[in-house]
C-alpha cells in the first residue's frame, strides 16, 4: 500500500481536515490546525506531503522520525500540528486497513469510557452559575471556565474579587461535589497568580489552567507553594522534549498536551507514559473538531493515567458548525453520566462525512484570535 494524495479542507468554525488517500483505497483523515493559522499550518502539511507521497502509511514510527528530525528546523507549533495531523491519519489507515480501532493496537483499552468536562461561559456571575446549572443537569460531572479577563501583571484587588466571586457562585449553584477547573489561559502572570491561586483553594477545584504562561513556568514553583489545588499545563507545548522540564520540576500535577498540537497520536502516547512514570495525571486539550477528539479518545483509552477529557461540543468559539456536523457515525461520541464511551470502530471511529466537509471548506474561514488591551492601551494575554 501506498500514500498517494494528501489534501487539505478548512472548515467553519475554526479547524482544519486533512485527508490522506492510498493505491488501495483506504483513506485516513486528521485534524492538522493551530487556532488561528490554519493557512499556515495547511502550508506545513503540503510541505511534509513530498516526502509521504508514495510511502507506507503503515510505517508511521519511522515517518514520524522523518517529519520530524529530517527538516533540522523542528518543533514548535505550526510544525508539530501538521506532523499531528498527518500522524492522526496515518493512524486511521492502519486501524482501517487490519479492522482495527487504533487504541487495540496500541495494546488494547484499559477502559470502557473516559469522563468529560464541558465549558460554561457567561457575562455575570449569575449567567455562569445558570449555565453551570445547565450543563450539570444534562449529565456532566464536571466544567470548565476562564477564570478571569484580562488581566496586568500587577492589577487591582477587584479583578481577584471579580474571579473569585464567579467561583464561589458557581460553586454554590452546582454543590460541593461537581469537578471545577478554572482556567486561566496564560492570562496571569506571575504576581498575580499566586494571588488568585490561593483566593480560589477555598472552593476544592479539580484543576487551576495555565496559571502562568508555559515559557514562565519556573513561577510554578511559588504558585503551587500558594495552594493544594491540582496545576494544569501543557496545551501550548508540543513535544516530550518540552514536557521533559516540566515533569522533572515536579510543579505540574495534570498534563494537557493537545492531540493536534503535539505530535499526534505517536508523540503524545509517549508523553503520556512519560507522565505515568512521574505519577502525573493525562487530560488532553481539545477544544477542536471530530477528528481531533477521536484521536484524543484513542490516547485514553490506553493510558492508566488519562482521567478526564476535554471535548467541545457546543462550546462558544463553534458558530456556524458543531463536532457532530462533519461525522455521518453521529453516535460514536455517546455521553451518558458525565463519561463518553470510547470508540470501537477501526482506525479513529469516526465516519466523516466528506461531502459536507468538501461543501462547507467553499466557505472556508479566517478565524483569528481576538486582540485585547489593557485600560493602559498595552496589549493584553487572551
Known sequence: M???????YIVPPRWLFLKVETDEGIVGWGEPVVEGRALTVEAAVHELADYLVGKDPL??????????????????????SALAGIDQALWDIKGKAYGQPVHALLGGQVRDRIKVYSWIGGDRPSDVANNAREVVSRGFKAIKLNGCEEMQIVDSWDKVEKAVETVAVIREAIGPHVG???????RVHRPMAKVLAKELQPYNLMFIEEPVLSENREAL??????????????????????????????YVDIL?????????????????AMAEAYDVALAPHCPLGPIALAACLQVDAVSHNAFIQEQSLGIHYNTGNDILDYISNKA????ADGFVSIPQGPGLGVEVDEQYVIERAKEGHRWRNPVWRHEDGSVAEW
Open 332 to 335: 460514536v461520541f455517546h455521553y
Open 2 to 8: 501506498k500514500i498517494t494524495k494528501l489534501t487539505t
Open 221 to 250: 514553583k511559588e504558585i503551587a507553594n500558594h495552594c493544594a489545588t491540582p496545576i494544569a499545563l501543557g496545551e501550548r507545548l508540543y513535544s516530550r522534549w518540552d514536557f521533559k522540564s516540566v515533569l522533572s520540576d515536579g
Open 59 to 80: 510505517l508511521i514510527e519511522d515517518h514520524w522520525q522523518v517529519m520530524y528530525r529530517a527538516g533540522f528546523y523542528r518543533g514548535g507549533a505550526v510544525h508539530m
Open 180 to 186: 471545577i477547573g478554572v482556567d486561566f489561559h496564560g
Open 256 to 272: 494537557q498536551p493537545d492531540l493536534s498540537h503535539a505530535g499526534g497520536i505517536t508523540e503524545c502516547r509517549k508523553i503520556a
